[in-house]
């Protein structure tokens, strides 16, 4: 089992982190195959030191082969704890020939496996072992000096290749976290987008509806009180109430459509802009709302795209408010503002409610409720937007809607 984790501040790969790793079909055919590698090599040793002249007795024999046997054997654990077997082969290969080769095969796999500290550390353990072995059972051709120095030469190729290895799993190792991250990356903020799309068309939803529905409670309820009126005053609301419905409905179809596969459509209707706002101080006035509009902007088409939007939409929060919570109310609507200077967009009314909360007093069932999430709404905008959003009630009782919007020059 493969796994990276940090260790002295690098990312060390460990595949026996865990205390009973699983291993695959290819990790048993290795450890399997190092510990036949390791019984050849030991077998190799044994039987030249039986046939040196005044070598061990038979009967040391017989027990250093079924030691180092055992040792060979043990090479099966090293994958659970290499540090510590590697250090258990390095003493008893100072006595056994027959473990010299799984002595060095652990060895091996603690550079395979482990920091430098534990491969330093085993290594001059198992120095001090050859360097035991060779006093006891010294070379008659080559010094004692001479066999020890070749011996960490030939230790210090096998580290270095176990280090080789360590580091270059290391590397593959980090080069898939870092691929799994960036995957995961990519994915979070595809969905962030995703998410940031669908709350942007749950504010136009809240907007556009809030209006068109506030415009059906006005004429319903003047159908309601206005039992008297005239056949055509009331095909005239009628005709209102139809043509509004038909434009809420099909707002909402358009929005739920883009909810629902998590995309805009291609199709979708184009956004309003300032240019739009006479034609939507008209539509309230039709309703019965009482507007006095000041606009003094020289060209509302030359207002960016953006600005215009979200002033459109302040402008109608504020009127769809007013309707909502101060019927009868006179609106003062004032737009001004240049390039460089910014907009300025300013709705205020005499309040009938609390326009903030769309509270209703008691005994009014006419009143529309408000959710109280409009002006949060506007608030965000105009946040993303770099602008300043102002509501709240003035000294003199009247509720202020104060915009302003960048506008670059």
């Known amino acids: 089992m493969v796994s990276a984790s940090t260790r002295g501040g690098l990312a060390a790969w460990s595949p026996s982190s865990s205390p009973d790793p699983g291993r695959s079909a290819r990790d048993r055919a290795v450890d399997i195959g190092l510990v036949l590698l390791a019984v050849g090599v030991g077998l190799v040793g044994f039987v030249r030191e039986s046939q040196r002249p005044g070598g061990l007795p038979d009967a040391l024999l017989l027990v250093d082969l079924a030691v180092g046997s055992v040792a060979c054997l043990a090479l099966l654990l090293r994958r659970r704890r290499p540090v510590e077997l590697a250090a258990v082969l390095s003493v008893v290969g100072a006595f056994s020939v027959m473990a010299g080769g799984a002595a060095i095969i652990a060895l091996f796999t603690v550079a395979v496996h482990r920091r430098w500290r534990d491969v330093g550390a085993v290594w001059a353990l198992y120095t001090v072992g050859v360097a035991t072995f060779y006093l006891m059972r010294p070379e008659p051709d080559l010094p004692f000096v001479a066999v020890v120095a070749l011996c960490l030469v030939v230790t210090a190729a096998v580290v270095a290749w176990g280090m080789y290895l360590r580091a270059r799993r290391q590397l593959v190792a980090s080069l898939r976290d870092r691929a799994e991250r960036a995957e995961t990356e990519q994915q979070l903020r595809v969905e962030q987008a995703r998410q940031a799309e669908r709350a942007r068309m749950a504010r136009e939803m809240h907007d556009v509806l809030a ?144 326009a903030t909360l769309g509270a209703q007093r008691p005994g009014d069932p006419g009143g529309i409720p408000g959710s109280g999430t409009g002006l949060i709404g506007l608030s965000e905008r105009v946040a993303l937007a770099s602008g300043r959003l102002e509501h709240g009630f003035t000294d003199a009782g009247d509720f202020r809607l104060h915009a302003w919007l960048p506008w670059p020059a």
């Open 211 to 354: 209006h068109r529905i506030s415009l059906l409670s006005m004429h319903a309820g003047a159908l309601e009180f206005r039992p008297d009126a005239g056949p055509d005053e009331i095909a005239h609301a009628a005709g209102v109430i139809r043509e509004n419905a038909h434009l809420a409905l099909q707002d909402l179809r358009e929005v739920i459509g883009v909810l629902r596969e998590g995309s805009v459509k291609a199709g979708a209707r184009p956004q309003p802009t300032l240019a739009d706002v006479p034609a939507l101080v008209e539509e309230s006035r039709v309703a019965g709302l009482r507007v006095r509009a000041d606009i003094r902007v020289d060209d509302l088409t030359g207002v960016p795209a953006g600005t215009g939007r979200n002033a459109y939409r302040i402008v109608q929060e504020g009127l769809t408010n007013a309707r909502k919570h101060a019927a009868g109310a006179l609106v003062d609507l004032v737009l001004e503002g240049a390039p460089g200077a910014g907009l300025t967009v300013e709705v205020s009314n005499r309040p009938g409610r609390d």
